[in-house]
Nanobody
C-alpha cells in the first residue's frame, strides 16, 4: 500500500514557476514508478509526466515538454514536478500517482488527493 500527499500548489502569474512535491509512505517507494496527472474544470484528466524507479526513464505529455521536469529522491520517498514558464492553461488540480509499472495512461494504482495550481494571465 502506498499513500501519496502532494504539496507546493498555489497561485502564480504566467511565466512563473512552481515546484510540486509528493511525499510517499511505505518502505517500497523505490520500487514504484511515479507520475503526475492534472485535471482542469470541465476537462478530461491529462497525463503530465512519469519517472521510473531507477530515474533513468521519463516521459512527458506534449503540452508540458520542455517546461516541466519530473524527478525523484528515493532516500526521501519524494517525487517532484518542477514547472517553469507556466501558462494559464496549466491551471488544474495536479495529482501524484504511483504504480509498479511505468505507465503513461491513467491506470496507476495509487493516487494522491491533488493540489491546486492556478496560473493567472
Amino acid at each position: 500500500q502506498v499513500q501519496l500527499v502532494e504539496s507546493g500548489g498555489g497561485w502564480v502569474q504566467a511565466g512563473g514557476s512552481l515546484r510540486l512535491s509528493c511525499a510517499a509512505s511505505g518502505r517500497t517507494f523505490r520500487r514504484y514508478a511515479m507520475g503526475w496527472f492534472r485535471q482542469a474544470p470541465g476537462k478530461e484528466r491529462e497525463f503530465v509526466a512519469a519517472i521510473n524507479w531507477s530515474r533513468d526513464r521519463t516521459h512527458y505529455g506534449d503540452s508540458v515538454k520542455g517546461r516541466f521536469t519530473i524527478s525523484r529522491d528515493n532516500d526521501k520517498n519524494t517525487v517532484y514536478l518542477q514547472m517553469n514558464s507556466l501558462k494559464p492553461e496549466d491551471t488544474a488540480v495536479y495529482y501524484c500517482v504511483a504504480d509498479i509499472l511505468f505507465l503513461v495512461n491513467d491506470r496507476y494504482d495509487y493516487w494522491g488527493q491533488g493540489t491546486q495550481v492556478t496560473v493567472s494571465s
